[in-house]
């Protein structure tokens, strides 16, 4: 099997099926999060806008990433400072994670931060990325820093950020199955040279393992199961966004050992890791204290959802309909005492 190239379409040209696919994946997903999030309680406005501020992060920080740490040469060379915006000129998963997170953060802890705080959490990943233009090994030292930094004062909120969370993995995973099909079909994860049953034809027509394939197999037969055994336990909030990404951490990492070596214009490496195995490990840590931290404690409680009023003025039809059955009641109670008082 080798690659798929663009679909031709009448009409419109040709479409590249990993864009329709990663479409679709987003599509789907989000429409999951909305379902999760209002059998958990969520309500309907306040995930829509929480899924918004996810998927801007997810989009920006991994194509900073992919820029910063696997494809530095070209970095910011076609659109100047510009690139930064530019994230369909290259995205990295670990990136998308990341940026999904500090979304999630930024948009979970907003009101509980101060204004110092917001402005800082804005401005330390951006300022970070355009280091670049100074130092790229600069902005690779201090990129980290400023994701840390900003989650640090973001760290505050209520108890709907966690279980959020779990929606948001909820979602993703089906989403993420649309995706590394796409990454499957247009081989854009190649690695080691391989004569095993399920190595597929690159580019220059050399078989080689597939390593968007695996992470497929990974997701549609490993974490989606995983997630529907989970939800089914109804335990305390984070347990879903805790076990799915420390089941996926260890097989990232194990997988990045078949990416083409960076002497072959594959992913470079930094003291013989690639980045993706050094977030792999931080990702794995990291869920580990949620996964403690979660099921040990009390979960916090989930306000109420402040939902917008109805469109059309229902708000007002239906106070002026519940000050009218009010009169009504008090009538008839009026009534109803003259009565016994005759």
């Known amino acids: ?12 040209g040709p479409i590249q099926p990993f864009g329709l696919l990663v479409a679709t994946g987003v599509l789907l997903g989000s429409r999951i999060v909305f379902w999760r999030s209002a059998k958990k309680g969520l309500g309907e406005d ?5 899924v918004l501020a996810v998927l801007v992060g997810a989009f920006l920080f991994s194509h900073w990433v992919e820029r910063l740490y696997y494809v530095p040469g070209p970095l910011f060379e076609s659109w100047g400072p510009l690139e930064l915006l530019a994230f369909w000129a290259g995205m990295s998963s ?11 953060m930024l948009f979970t802890g907003w009101s509980e931060a101060s204004k110092q705080e917001r402005n800082l959490s804005l401005a330390l990943p951006t300022v970070a990325a355009l280091t670049a233009y100074l130092s790229l090994t600069l902005a690779q030292l201090l990129f980290p820093v400023a994701v840390l930094a900003g989650i640090f004062l973001l760290r505050r909120s209520d108890g709907r950020r966690i279980v959020f969370a779990d929606a948001l ?4 995973i089906p ?8 990454c499957t079909l247009v081989y854009d994860h190649p690695g080691h040279v ?22 497929l197999m ?3 037969l490993v974490l989606l199961p995983l997630v529907y055994l989970l939800r089914a336990l109804e335990k305390k909030p984070g347990l879903v966004t805790s076990v799915v990404t420390m089941a996926y951490a260890p097989a990232r990492f194990m997988m990045d050992y078949y990416r083409i070596p960076a002497t072959e214009g594959g992913d470079p490496r930094y003291f013989s890791l690639t980045a993706g195995q050094y977030s792999s490990i931080l990702l794995f840590l990291a869920c580990l204290a949620i996964l403690v931290v979660t099921q040990r404690g009390t979960p916090k409680p989930i306000p109420e959802p402040v939902e917008p009023p109805p469109r059309g003025g229902g708000a007002q039809k239906a106070e002026a309909g519940g ?9 008839g109670k009026k009534g109803k005492n003259k009565k016994r008082k005759k």
């Open 1 to 12: 099997m080798g690659v798929i190239g663009p679909i031709p379409v009448p009409d419109l």
């Open 46 to 50: 306040w995930p829509r806008r929480g």
């Open 94 to 104: 670990f990136g998308g994670f990341i940026g999904a997170l500090y979304g999630l």
């Open 169 to 172: 993995v909820e979602g993703l």
């Open 175 to 182: 989403g993420w199955v649309f995706g590394r099909a796409g």
């Open 194 to 215: 391989s004569d095993w049953a399920l190595a597929m034809v690159d580019h220059s027509g050399i078989a080689r393992h597939n390593l968007g394939l695996y992470e």
């Open 218 to 220: 990974l997701t549609a």
């Open 323 to 331: 000050t009218k059955g009010s009169g009504q009641r008090a009538g």
